[in-house]
């Protein structure tokens, strides 16, 4: 009776670890969903720096309302990307380091290095 029983938890815990250990193991990143629904186009997760002061926002464009700075020299971790009709592009991604570090916002790509 107790070998029909411990052979039963072992096989429970085994396929449990298996199911939950496989789903976090084939989970995608979170840019390869589109973290953000504004997003146009979706690059490899990379990090850049500011070059500039450049407004931190929660839209891609100057119509969205600021959050923050991004000061020179501050990294930025960028998941996506929204490229407007005007010919301009925002990054939407994490602040890394300074004021506003683990902020998600946008900045415009121009403000930061490429």
């Known amino acids: 009776m107790q070998s029909s029983v411990l052979k ?32 146009t186009g979706n ?25 923050g700075v991004l000061y020179k020299g501050n990294k930025f971790r960028v998941y996506c990307i929204k490229s407007l009709d005007s010919g301009y592009s925002w990054w939407w991604g994490k602040v890394l380091t300074g004021e506003h570090k683990g902020d998600k916002r946008w900045v415009y790509s121009g403000s930061l290095q490429t």
Request: charged share 15%; proline share 9%; glycine share 8%.
């Open 8 to 39: 039963r938890v072992v096989t429970t815990t085994t396929a449990a670890v298996l199911f939950f250990g496989g789903a976090v193991a084939m989970s995608p990143t979170a840019s390869a969903v589109g973290p953000n629904p504004k997003c």
């Open 43 to 67: 690059p490899a997760d990379f990090t850049d720096t500011a070059l500039e002061a450049a407004n931190l926002r929660t839209g891609p464009g100057t119509n969205y309302a600021k959050k």
